[in-house]
């Protein structure tokens, strides 16, 4: 069974930045691809962020490019989130989770797997 814990979030002002961490086990994590995902009060959760399995490429929803980078290390099994220039908008649950199927993925269109982590909350103050 998968398990996947979040850490790194925060109370940081806007303009701040924050590194998410995300810890996996019960999955052989260099074969899947990951993502990242956060869910805003009253909303529903939305798409972040992917990277593909090795770390070659990844792909961001459009409100988040150029301000997040994510990254992985396999042999820590754990996938990143670096955010910089945070703006109060990106308050919320950040989750992450491995794609739904090993090997390659359409990152643009990201297949979580399901079996969400407690998340770690992000919020960021005007």
């Known amino acids: 069974q998968v398990q996947l814990v979040e850490s790194g979030g925060d109370l940081v002002q806007a303009g701040g930045s924050l590194r998410l961490s995300c810890a996996a086990s019960g999955i052989t994590f260099g074969n899947y691809a990951m993502g990242w995902f956060r869910q805003a009060p009253g909303k529903e959760r939305e798409f972040v962020a992917s990277?593909?399995?090795?770390?070659?490429?990844?792909y961001y929803t459009e409100s988040v490019k150029g301000r997040f980078t994510i990254s992985r290390d396999n042999g820590k099994n754990t996938v990143y989130l670096q955010m910089n220039s945070l703006k109060p908008e990106d308050t919320g649950v950040y989750y992450c989770?491995?794609?739904?199927?090993?090997?390659?993925?359409?990152?643009?269109?990201?297949?979580?797997?399901?079996?969400w982590g407690q998340g770690t909350q992000v919020t960021v103050s005007s």
């Open positions: 989770n491995p794609a739904k199927y090993s090997g390659y993925v359409r990152l643009l269109t990201f297949p979580p797997r399901g079996s």
């Open positions: 990277i593909n399995s090795l770390g070659g490429a990844t």
